[in-house]
């Protein structure tokens, strides 16, 4: 079994419950490999960090930006709570050494490995919750992922990214951004969707989000991250 004791350094976290940290990096396919192992993957992890995450940063958002309208907050958080930038957070925090992967999983350095970070990160937030508290999750929140907002504000990324990626794909590919529900779960009071934007029949990236308007608004953010059309 992998051993976290360097990570824990690199987080500054140590870990009273050693087996909660190892479950964050547990994916579903290691278990369905690994099934005799007595462990369990990290998606009830996964489910707890992300609501602990969501609070952290809309409190961080609501405090930093008072003359911020509901909508341009809202705007703001989805920039900044998606899988292309979790994910390469994550990928800086040397996460990929530790994952617990399927041998076919464990080969795919692809979109699936970047989702696959995203969840494991907040699969560790919720790990963390369990172990420390709040506060602890918070700090690493605020450690870690938080320094990304300068860079989205100042390039503007959270104003409207459907309406520049739009405008970038007519300039540069000759289409019009298509978007696409693949996902819908959850009960009527707490939805969560997860929508591809696709130019012609290329799916380029996907959005998660809590309205069908916030994932396109988180796919369209993505979606210039992976085509590097980042707005001065």
């Not at 990214?161 to 300039?171: D, G, P, R, W």
Request: glycine residues 6%; proline residues 2%.
């Amino acid at each position: 079994m992998i051993q976290f004791a360097d990570f824990e350094k690199k987080i500054k976290t140590t870990f009273k419950d050693k087996n909660l940290l190892t479950q964050a990096f547990i994916h579903r396919s290691y278990i369905n490999e690994n099934g005799s192992s007595g462990l369990s993957h990290n998606e009830r992890l996964e489910f707890l960090g992300d609501a602990v995450l969501e609070l952290v940063v809309t409190d961080f958002l609501y405090k930093k930006y008072p003359n911020y309208t509901e909508g341009e907050l809202t705007a703001l958080r989805s920039a900044l709570v998606n899988a292309v930038i979790i994910s390469s957070v994550a990928e800086g925090l040397g996460m990929n050494d530790y994952l617990l992967l399927s041998k076919g999983e464990a080969k795919d350095r692809g979109k699936a490995r970047q989702y696959i970070l995203a969840n494991t990160y907040e699969a560790l937030i919720g790990a963390i919750y369990m172990d420390q508290g709040y506060d602890a999750a918070d700090k690493f929140i605020t450690t870690t992922l938080l320094p990304q907002t300068d860079e989205i504000v100042n390039k503007k990324l959270w104003r409207d990214a459907k309406s520049l990626v739009q405008e970038k794909a007519q300039e540069f590919v000759q289409c019009t951004p298509m978007y696409k529900v693949i996902q819908e779960s959850g009960p009527d009071h707490d939805k969560h969707f997860t929508v591809g934007i696709y130019f012609q029949t290329e799916q380029i990236a996907l959005g998660k989000g809590k309205s069908k308007q916030e994932a396109e608004q988180a796919a369209a953010l993505a979606a210039l991250k992976v085509k590097n059309w980042m707005s001065d």
